[in-house]
């Protein structure tokens, strides 16, 4: 081996260490999948007009957090939806003091420490999996409270690769939305 291709085996190595660092540090979730990922791409406050008009509680202060799905290049994947065209995805609302994390079950209003599962969703009425095709990109915002203080929140959603694969929980990068004083 000469000293050149030594030195270009080095910086290959270390540009691999580089790229691998900075995704384990730049909010790359757990739960990401090589079909798909979720993010967390903007957290705004509503504007008075957006409150009135979108807001089914208009006294506290509301944020609109605007997730992205980004299908991957191989290959469509289903998602799971409930109602219109357009409407946000179905999953859990995630949050995490410290260590603890719990999803928050919304039709029966309990908390899980455990994800309740795709099953549990499936079962709402009027919930389907639509397909979205290769390099597909899904954007979508909710409505939502100024975070606790130490708390941080998530959203989950369901992909499955075709009808016979068993569904994925993605979730997304956590997040604190406003300052609650």
């Known amino acids: 081996m000469t000293m050149s291709s030594y030195n270009l085996t080095r910086c290959w190595a270390l540009g691999l260490a580089l790229i691998s660092i900075s995704t384990t540090t730049c909010g790359v979730s757990w739960a990401q999948s ?3 990922q979720l993010k967390v791409i903007n957290i705004r406050k509503m504007n008075d007009a957006e409150v009135i008009t979108r807001s089914s509680e208009k006294s506290s202060p509301k944020y ?6 980004q299908i991957g290049a191989d290959a469509g994947v289903y998602l799971l ?6 409407s946000p995805p179905l999953g859990y609302c995630l949050s995490r003091n410290g260590r603890n994390v719990v999803r928050f079950d919304e039709r029966s209003g309990d908390d899980r420490t455990k994800s309740p599962g795709v099953e549990h969703l499936n079962s709402e009425d009027g919930a389907r999996w639509l397909l979205l095709p290769a390099m597909a990109a899904l954007e979508w915002e909710i409505e939502s409270q100024p975070s606790r203080a130490g708390t941080e929140e998530s959203r989950s959603i369901f992909i499955r690769k075709d009808m016979g694969s068993p569904a994925i929980e993605l979730v997304a990068p956590w997040y604190t939305v406003g300052i609650e004083k």
């Open 34 to 36: 090589p079909l798909a």
């Open 64 to 69: 609109a957090v605007r997730f992205r799905l």
């Open 81 to 86: 939806t409930v109602g219109p065209k357009g």
